[in-house]
DNA sequence: CCATAATTGAGACTCAGTATCAATAAGGAC
DNA sequence: GTCCTTATTGATACTGAGTCTCAATTATGG
């Protein structure tokens, strides 16, 4: 079942309703890879003349979570990142604080033991956003420099 | 070294002055147990005739946390929580997407895990955010209950 | 094709936090 | 203590990211 498929049916069973601009919306995020952020994705469609304003696009973006097509990394400021989760599985996020830039990690030990801390306190966990921040290996670098030099 | 005393080198170390505002601050969180967010804070100070603007409140927290007296969580949405850490050591935090109730948890595996993780990336941790969502033993209970109503 | 209800888009609005800037007040030098 | 420099404060304006409103439009089931 590809993409589409899956997202019509998400509509269907929540009596929502597959228009223009859903369909045109998912078709493009295909072609997207990597993190992206709802505004430069408006900039994007607007530049390409598809139809899209910036409400639908928030709200399709919303409704592609849900189906679990997309997956939205929250970010401590500034504007929450996208990503598109078709023909992936789970995985975590190290950000560098100095250039931005987005590391993907998984554990499946760590996924094994938030189940078992939420088992042990009654939880019942429907996601869960873990994020470690630093300095990425380009950077690291550099900030030992401008360190080294300072010395 | 009480608190007062580690904001009072931390100020100084920054060339930060220790003003009253500042101490008065300090002095009321020490009193606080558990999670709080900026504005109710805000409420707090105002109700008891202390002095503190809500510009003042926010800057002041910001550099507590900084100075590592104090923890932020940000939160999915809505105000970023925030809770003393005077006498505790780190934990991170399992939110009820219901009722909003904050249940804090640690785990040396996971943490021993998330180094291993940045070793092997070449990724320098400065921090890290990892919440789980989901219903807290009570919550989970009343959705059970209403689910079992529905059938 | 019709009726109904969901969707769209433009722009107003919200919320949480940040910036501005004149008045005030630490903290160091003397 | 007095003076000087510079940080701080508070009132308020502003910002950024996202949400809401509502009339016009359009998908869907009958």
Redesign the pocket.
């Known amino acids: 079942m590809d993409a589409a498929e899956r997202f019509?049916r998400y509509?269907?069973t929540?009596?929502?309703?597959?228009?223009?601009?859903?369909r045109g919306?998912l078709e493009e995020l295909l072609r997207i890879k990597g993190h992206f952020?709802?505004?430069s994705l408006l900039v994007h469609f607007r530049s390409r003349g598809l139809?899209?304003?910036?409400?639908?696009?928030?709200?399709?973006?919303?409704?592609l979570v849900d189906a679990g097509l997309v997956h939205?990394i929250?970010?401590e400021?500034?504007?929450?990142q996208y990503e598109v989760m078709v023909g992936r599985h789970h995985h975590d996020h190290m950000i560098c604080v100095r250039c931005g830039r987005i590391v993907e990690f998984e554990s499946r030990e760590i996924e094994r033991l938030q189940m078992e801390i939420c088992r042990r306190k009654g939880f019942s966990m429907t996601g869960h956003m873990h994020q470690i921040r630093g300095h990425c290996s380009d950077c690291r670098d550099k900030t030992d420099d401008a360190k080294a030099r300072r010395v």
Do not use: V
Request: charged share 35%; no cysteine; proline share 3%.
């Open positions: 019509s509509l269907a929540n009596r929502l309703r597959l228009t223009r601009e859903r919306i952020d709802a505004d139809p899209a304003s910036r409400a639908t696009l928030y709200r399709t973006l919303a409704r939205k929250e970010m400021k500034g504007q929450a």
